[in-house]
């Protein structure tokens, strides 16, 4: 089975602090990607990776960074936490397969920021 | 990427099948239909996809209208571990559009 596992389920943390979340999966996808999922909102893409070293901007990337130096690990961080940054934060994996695969979710990250 | 509708929420009896379905009439010939369900605080799931085909995985079967302008999501078996919002997507598999957007999905909830 495929297995996204991200560092944390419950994370608080204070504004103006450096968060890191990070995030494995184990099926050796080319894909890698960072949403945040808010009620009413939807899922929202905050970065994508198609490769290591690779990084794209989603569609809210602002306040967000990520890195990708081994293919298996992709790493959001938030360089300076503020409220509006509490969310659902989940991290996702796919093939980059033109065959139509699936992508492959962790547990989702509950970041609080206070 | 192509629209989809849903109904909002569905109850099913437990032990029963669950049958979801999702229209999709203005699909195109290269978009495939996926399915992903998220159970409460939890990550999204995905479950099956197709392209034309019926298909039938250990989850689930995704059984696909000739047309492809509908598809119904079989649960073959529901359990109360199978209370989620379904979510139906249909969009082109190719590179650069990995990026997935759920619309409201379709509740369901597994009565015991």
């Known amino acids: 089975d495929v297995k996204v596992t991200q560092s944390s389920r419950y994370l608080v943390k204070r504004t103006g602090e450096k968060v890191f979340l990070e995030c494995v999966q184990d099926?050796?996808?080319?894909?890698m990607f960072w949403y945040r999922q808010d009620p009413g909102l939807g899922l929202r893409l905050i970065y994508f990776?198609?490769?290591?070293?690779?990084?794209e901007k989603g569609d809210i990337p602002e306040g967000y960074s990520v890195s990708r130096e081994k293919k298996e690990r992709f790493s959001l961080i938030l360089e300076s936490a503020s409220t509006n940054q509490t969310s659902m934060y989940l991290c996702a994996s796919s093939l980059d397969d033109r065959g139509g695969g699936g992508t492959f979710f962790g547990q989702g990250t509950r970041l609080t920021v206070v | 990427d192509a629209k989809t509708t849903q109904p909002t929420s569905m109850d099913c009896a437990e032990g029963r099948a669950a049958n979801l379905p999702c229209n999709h009439s203005?699909?195109?010939?290269?978009?495939?239909v996926y399915w992903y369900r998220q159970i409460h605080s939890q990550g999204p799931q995905y479950i099956i996809h197709?392209?034309?085909n019926n298909e039938t995985n250990e989850m689930a079967s995704l059984i696909i209208t000739e047309d492809r302008k509908s598809s119904t999501l079989i649960l073959p078996h529901a359990t109360l571990r199978d209370t989620a919002v379904y979510y139906c997507?249909?969009?082109?598999?190719?590179?650069?559009?990995?990026?997935?957007?759920f619309g409201t999905g379709t509740r369901l909830t597994i009565i015991p």
């Open positions: 197709g392209l034309k």
């Open positions: 099926m050796d996808h080319e894909n």
């Open positions: 203005t699909i195109s010939g290269n978009e495939y």
């Open positions: 990776s198609y490769d290591v070293k690779m990084k």
């Open positions: 997507i249909v969009r082109v598999a190719a590179l650069g559009n990995e990026k997935l957007t």
